[in-house]
């Protein structure tokens, strides 16, 4: 059984007092052992806020990136080590705002997948088609391309690796995959790493759908069969939609 993962992406949002305030929110509307795993994601300076108020309940934190290396000198940039000593469990890796406005390609973010399993934090990477290649029928061939570095990966960095199905034409758009698009994706998915890692493992890795995911949108996506959890942009700025869809995936497992 594959535990669901609900996690938030606040991407630039939120400084430590407005995080602080947030984890107030969510408190008080009661943060108990949830079945699902809860995860959120802040900007780097806000990590520290939420280690402190939310310390004592089951919120577990995630960098946005990190970068390649272990250190050195690159100005402005993270190391997984340093999201790790700050309490971070997880980290995004290739998240299509990365990839598109920072240039990041599949070789950059395997090398990052990498160096996040060395610095002891569970990669979440995310992968996606673009409308223009949807619409040219080039989806499965992106999406191909996008894991085909997933068979040189040792199996324990496998074993704990997430992925994350992100549609760009869903993202911050307010069109989300229908559930039956995104079921047919996310066994696509899971087909290609039956290939490259086996059954046996592909079968316990949790493939999250990402995209204007809504409190409205939540039950239906999370009830298909290869849909194992979610990564909440928008809607997990709102503490009180983020805790609604918690309640709702706690209700389906
Ligand atoms: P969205 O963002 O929910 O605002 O579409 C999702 C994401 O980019 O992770």
């Known amino acids: ?23 107030r929110i969510l408190k008080a509307m009661g943060l108990q052992d949830f079945s699902s795993e809860i995860l959120l994601c802040p900007s780097y300076v806000s990590i520290q806020a939420l280690v402190d108020s939310l310390r ?10 990190l ?27 290739g998240h ?21 399993h060395e ?10 088609e673009t409308l223009e290649e949807r619409e040219k029928g080039e989806m ?24 994350a199905y992100e549609p ?9 995959a229908s559930a039956e698009q995104a079921q047919e994706v996310h066994q696509f998915i899971r087909n290609i790493l039956d290939k490259h890692v086996g059954a046996a493992i592909s079968s316990t890795l949790r493939i999250l759908y990402g995209g204007s995911v809504k409190t409205t949108n939540a039950k239906a996506l999370l009830s298909e069969k290869d849909i194992d959890g979610l990564l ?14 918690i309640q709702i995936a706690d209700q389906l497992l």
């Open 119 to 128: 610095s002891g934090l569970v990669p979440i990477m995310c992968i996606g």
């Open 96 to 116: 299509s705002e990365r990839r598109q406005y920072f240039h990041e390609t599949d070789e950059l973010v395997y090398k990052k997948i990498l160096r996040a």
């Open 140 to 163: 499965h061939d992106v999406i191909t391309r996008q894991l085909q570095r997933v068979k040189n990966l040792d199996q324990e960095i496998v074993s704990h690796l997430v992925i």
């Open 232 to 245: 909440i942009g928008g809607a997990s700025l709102k503490a009180e939609d983020f805790y609604t869809i």
């Open 56 to 65: 004592g309940t089951p919120v577990k934190l995630g960098g946005q990136n």
């Open 1 to 23: 059984m594959r535990r669901y993962l609900i996690a938030g992406n606040w991407k630039m949002n939120y400084t430590p007092s407005e995080a602080r305030q947030y984890s």
């Open 168 to 176: 760009i034409w869903a993202i911050g758009t307010g069109k989300t």
């Open 67 to 93: 970068h390649q290396e272990s250190k050195g000198a690159f100005t402005g940039e993270i190391s997984g080590e340093m999201l790790k000593d700050s309490g971070c469990e997880y980290v995004l890796v």
